[in-house]
Nanobody, 124 residues
């Protein structure tokens, strides 16, 4: 059973940076297309970024494009989300997600596996 564990969340001031990690235990991540989603209080879970299995392709939500970078290190079984120039509206629980296939996926229903989430809070 693969476990997906996010880390790196916390409190950050507006304009600051944060790097989130998603580590897989029990199996390599290389066969999985992966992504990041976030959910703010009272709102639906929304797509943030996606990355293909070999990291050759990435996709970003318009709300974060230019401020966020998704990456992965298959040798370390870890995916990352670099958040720059953060805004209070970036405050949410961030989830990593995985799908056992290639390609780019951006719908909540596309993904089969989820981490437990890590809280990011941006103060103004």
């Amino acid at each position: 059973q693969v476990q997906w564990v996010e880390s790196g969340g916390g409190l950050v001031q507006a304009g600051g940076s944060l790097r989130l990690s998603c580590a897989a235990s029990g199996r390599t991540i290389s066969p999985y297309a992966m992504g990041w989603f976030r959910q703010a209080p009272g709102k639906e879970r929304e797509f943030v970024a996606a990355i293909s299995r070999d990291a050759s392709r990435t996709q970003y939500a318009d709300s974060v494009k230019g401020r966020v970078a998704i990456s992965r290190d298959n040798a370390k079984n870890t995916m990352y989300l670099q958040l720059n120039s953060v805004k209070p509206e970036d405050t949410a629980v961030y989830y990593c997600a995985a799908r056992f296939t290639n390609g780019l996926w951006n719908l909540y229903t596309d993904f089969d596996y989820w981490g437990q989430g890590t809280q990011v809070t941006v103060s103004s």
